[in-house]
Nanobody
Framework: QVQLVESGGGLVQAVGSLRLSCVASGMVFSPNGMAWYRQAPGKQRELVAVITSSGTTNYLDSVKGRFTISRDIPKNTTYLIMNSLKPEDTAVYYC???????????????WGQGTQVTVSS
């Protein structure tokens, strides 16, 4: 089964920067992209950034111009580079990929365990 492991979270002051990493392991069949989500306490999980297999990216409006999603395919790693961080960015960040669960299976979502990002004022 596919496993996703996030890292890079931590405590940072406002206007600071962090780089999150998501490493995929296990057998991955036909992944069609990667995404980063976040969830703050008491709030719903929201999509932060996506990158398709073709390299197209999309971002949550509130992070545009500050966050960048990228992939290193040979390393099975997806990054979220976060600049100009704000306290409102505080959340648990999760990476996500959509892939087949087996060679001829259906596409399903795989989630990491999350990494905490805390931005102080």
């Amino acid at each position: 089964q596919v496993q996703l492991v996030e890292s890079g979270g931590g405590l940072v002051q406002a206007v600071g920067s962090l780089r999150l990493s998501c490493v995929a392991s296990g057998m991955v069949f036909s992944p069609n992209g990667m995404a980063w989500y976040r969830q703050a306490p008491g709030k719903q999980r929201e999509l932060v950034a996506v990158i398709t297999s073709s390299g197209t990216t999309n971002y949550l409006d509130s992070v545009k111009g500050r966050f960048t999603i990228s992939r290193d395919i040979p390393k099975n790693t997806t990054y979220l580079i976060m600049n100009s961080l704000k306290p409102e960015d505080t959340a648990v960040y999760y990476c996500n990929t959509r892939a087949r669960d087996r060679p001829r299976g259906s596409y399903v979502d795989f989630w990491g365990q999350g990494t905490q990002v805390t931005v102080s004022s």
